[in-house]
Structures are given as C-alpha cells and as structure tokens.
T-cell receptor, first 118, second 111 residues
C-alpha cells in the first residue's frame, strides 16, 4: 500500500531534550516536506527536500533540522525543543517532474505527529 | 510578504445548498492545490489546478483557477453532510519548491 508513515504518532517531552520524528514513504517520491499545523495558522512549511542530499528552508525553519540521506526517509530533528514547538506535525511527499518546467504533483500526507513540549 | 487567504474561514450551510470558497494568493504561481482535512485526520488531495482557466470537478466539488486574478474557487453543489471538513488551498511560489497554505475553511454541513 502506498503510504507515508511517521513515528512516533504522539510524543510528550521536556524542554531541551533532543528528539527525532521519522518520516518514510514507499512511493519513490522525489519531493518530501515537513509542516506544522497550529490552530488558526493553517499549515506552515518547515523544510522541504527535492531529492537526496537536497534540502531547503520553508517558512518556519528555526529550531528544526532535517536530513535526506535516502530517498525514502526524511527525519525531522529538534535539537533543543521548546514549548513553542508544541504542535501537530505532518510529513508529506510527492512526485516532481524531471527536466522541463518546475512542477510538483499532489502531496501525500502522513498521519501526523502530535508533539507536546513541557 | 507572500500570502494565501481563504474566505470564509468558517462556513455553516444547510444540506442541498450551494456555496463557494475563495482562495486569493499574493504571488505569481502557475498551479494551485486543494486539500481536504477531516477532523482529527491528515490531509488528502482534492485537486491540482495547472494553468489559467483550469477547471476540475469531482462529485459535488468543482475547483477553478484564474492566475491573472490570483484567485481560485472551490464550489460546492448541493452540499451533503459528508462534505463537512476543513478545506485548504496551497500554492507553490514560482521558481521555488516552497509551499504556502491558506489558513483553511472549516465547512459544516447541517442536516
């Protein structure tokens, strides 16, 4: 089954304790992305990756790190979490065109990770 | 500052009625995406609109794109309860792979 998986689904942690949220897709998608969703703010993009070893900042990258060492995996790292990073996080992936005009197909979203930082 | 604005933010409507959700964006973009999110769930893709004048329909939903006006609409025809969800539009800024989402329109269809 084509899917995007995230782990963990729920996480409660304390300020300053490093954590990693994993994201994996089995659709051979080039594009992967992380979002956070907060009430009244919609989804905001944290980081995205066009392919292996190619990452770039979204709108709200501060306090987050990512890596793309394999095409299927795109982990989100919080080196020193703070309470303002309490949020619902979504990973997503999509196909992109290879060559020609820039084009991204629709994104497939993971189930979400609810993070609470106390 | 790049913005994607949706109107209305909240919409409560009777079953059987028609309504339109508007999505305005402030930057050049050649394509626009619509997603649906059910309460407590993830997002799923509804439409990808690729060019000016594009129109797509799926069931009771129809989406259109006017890139000159930087406006997309999501029209709901004869609403049913199952359409209750939050609807997001999103754009990718031209020349980048960066997504900007609207804040969403929460739709509630009353029986």
């Amino acid at each position: 089954e084509a899917q995007v998986t995230q782990n963990p689904r729920y996480l409660i942690t304390v300020t300053g304790k490093k954590l990693t949220v994993t994201c994996s897709q089995n659709m051979n998608h080039e594009y992967m992305s992380w979002y956070r969703q907060d009430p009244g703010l919609g989804l905001r993009q944290i980081y995205y990756s066009m392919n292996v070893e190619v990452t770039d900042k979204g709108d709200v990258p501060e306090g987050y790190k990512v890596s793309r060492k394999e095409k299927r995996n795109f982990p989100l790292i919080l080196e020193s979490p703070s309470p303002n990073q309490t949020s619902l996080y979504f990973c997503a992936s999509s196909l992109s065109n290879s060559g020609g005009p820039l084009f991204l197909y629709e994104q497939y979203f993971g189930p979400g990770t609810r993070l609470t930082v106390t | 500052e790049l913005k994607v604005e949706q109107n209305p933010l909240f919409l409560s409507m009777q079953e059987g009625k028609n309504y339109t959700i508007y999505c305005n964006y402030s930057t050049t973009s050649d394509r626009l995406y619509w997603y649906r999110q059910d309460p407590g769930k993830s997002l799923e893709s509804l439409f990808v609109l690729l060019s000016n004048g594009a129109v797509k329909q799926e069931g009771r939903l129809m989406a259109s794109l006017d890139t000159k006006a930087r406006l997309s609409t999501l029209h709901i025809t004869a609403a049913v309860h199952d359409l209750s969800a939050t609807y997001f539009c999103a754009v990718v800024t031209s020349g980048t792979y960066k997504y900007i989402f609207g804040t969403g329109t929460r739709l509630k269809v009353l029986a």
